[in-house]
């Protein structure tokens, strides 16, 4: 059985629990968020179920009512850092073939076209093809990689996510994200994976893909639990789209390292060469890629749509509704400091 947390918070106060089906079991308060107790296991220099069993109480809750809204606690995204701006969200795509066909798709022509003038973002998941699983010991190619933003547009289980005035559209991307944090040594370490909704504007990308940084730039949702010693081989999941109670998408998708033309070391070797990305108590949030998207089948999601996703092995599905902010939009201006 996978080890599997939850943040949760009741007016002021925080804990962690341990998912423990139908009830979650509190952990002390001397760990009350996984971004503590991470730094609790580091400082005693114990692995983190470890420091779980260290800090287990028989404090206990039943999930059911938490997880659907109806309790006074409340569930928090799967991590944060109580200084938002130390949490970086970022990403890897074109990791599996659905998205890069997906991608393929939506920056070139006609099916003619396509096989015979392959777009960047085909090139790039062949790149990977060849180059994404080195041997051990060695460094393979880069994947793609974007910025989202940090720990302040990360939305938990049951939260809304924005469609702004400013965004053409808002689509679901289906994904599992590594979650890290840095010691005082600044080297990384891998906390857990937790299911994730890496929600994106494609209408804009597809104007043109040099349009891909800047339609990453929004609200994105994961948990509602983070495994702590999940396996990542090959993971398959499920994606349900909901409009006024009736399903009008539904999908079966997979992730993992069979799934994909880049290993799991590759892509983290890639994220944290940078000395940027290891500064001592940082942590990061990243996604490894999604299989498919509704978008590519001609769904828009609306107001009110509501998005499940769930991976076999990282608990409870993670449910969004959207809620779509369009007003007029007025100019921003920078003001001169004379």
Known sequence: MSTRLIQLQRNETRRVALVDEPQLRLLSDRAPSIYALANFALANEVTLSEAIE???TDDALNYEPVYAGESDWRILPGIDHPEPTRCLVSGTGLTHLGSARDRQAMHAGAP?????????SMKMFRAGLEGGRPEPGRIGISPEWFYKGTGSILRAHNQPLDVPPYAEDGGEEAEIAGIYINDQQGHPWRIGMAAGNEFSDHC?????????????????????????DSSFDSVTGDVEITRANNVIWKKSVRSGEVEMCHSLQNIEHHHFKFEEHRRPG?????????????????VRLMDGDVIAIAFKGFGRPLRNPVKDNHADLKPVSALPMR
């Open 54 to 56: 260290r800090l287990s």
């Open 112 to 120: 003619a076209e396509q096989e015979n003038n392959l777009t960047d």
């Open 204 to 228: 804009f990308e597809k104007q043109n893909y040099l349009y891909l940084a800047s339609s990453k730039l929004r609200a994105c949702s994961i948990g509602p639990e983070l495994v702590v």
């Open 282 to 298: 940082d942590l990061h949030v990243h996604f490894f890629g999604a299989y498919c998207l509704s978008f590519a089948e001609g």
